[in-house]
T-cell receptor, first 111, second 113 residues
Framework: GQQVMQIPQYQHVQEGEDFTTYCNSS?????IQWYKQRPGGHPVFLIQ?????EVKKQKRLTFQFGEAKKNSSLHITATQTTDVGTYFC???????????FGDGTTLTVKP | NAGVTQTPKFRVLKTGQSMTLLCAQD?????MYWYRQDPGMGLRLIHY???????AKGEVPDGYNVSRLKKQNFLLGLESAAPSQTSVYFC????????????FGPGTRLTVT
């Protein structure tokens, strides 16, 4: 079945440093979504990418979808303590009723 | 709009007891999902539904059953709880096959002793 892998599993940064998490799928995706889960909270939808090579920005967050639609990345510029949490990607296959979640990257930010 | 709500928020069960978790959404979403999340781990899909009256198995369906009798509700049942089912359970919903962004409920923290 489809597998979605995320790296790294953990990332510790100093406030102000940049952060990137990578998501790789074993199969070609129809779309990919990104979610953020704060400690003790529930996952919150951030963005969905659907086009090959698509790049979207939300303030300090930049999301990319690979040309082959098998990988994606989330880049945060100049991290802040409010960025702390676990970031999940979820890949949706064509004609599938579900998306497969990666195991997440947990970001901690030292003030 | 309340979004996705889950009942109850917390529950402690003894081994062998049964219970039902209720998920309700008021966004007219077609798709609904049940996940479990163990401490420090990712989300594992238990069961999902692509529409009223339909259900399908996810990654870890054993020991759980589901029903989707109404579009807005998705029930998760544990017939005979086991300590291995201690987890946080999240329900989610999404609009369609094309709009797959999922909206999650606040979760149910279940402990089985």
């Amino acid at each position: 079945g489809q597998q979605v892998m995320q790296i790294p599993q953990y990332q510790h940064v100093q406030e102000g440093e940049d952060f990137t998490t990578y998501c790789n799928s074993s199969t070609t995706l129809s779309n990919i979504q990104w979610y953020k889960q704060r400690p003790g909270g529930h996952p919150v939808f951030l963005i969905q990418l659907v086009k090959s090579g698509e790049v979207k920005k939300q303030k300090r967050l930049t999301f990319q979808f690979g040309e082959a639609k098998k990988n994606s990345s989330l880049h945060i510029t100049a991290t802040q303590t409010t960025d702390v949490g676990t970031y999940f990607c979820a890949g949706g296959e064509y004609n599938a009723g579900k998306s497969t979640f990666g195991d997440g990257t947990t970001l901690t930010v030292k003030p | 709009n309340a979004g996705v709500t889950q009942t109850p928020k917390f529950r402690v069960l003894k081994t062998g007891q049964s219970m039902t978790l209720l998920c309700a959404q008021d966004m007219n979403h077609e798709y609904m999902y049940w996940y479990r999340q163990d401490p420090g781990m990712g989300l594992r899909l238990i069961h999902y539904s692509v529409g009223e009256g339909t259900t399908a198995k996810g990654e870890v369906p054993d020991g759980y059953n589901v029903s989707r009798l109404k579009k807005q509700n998705f029930l998760l049942g544990l017939e005979s709880a086991a300590p291995s089912q201690t987890s946080v359970y999240f329900c989610a919903s999404s609009y369609s096959a094309l709009r797959k962004e999922q909206y999650f409920g606040p979760g149910t923290r279940l402990t089985v002793t």
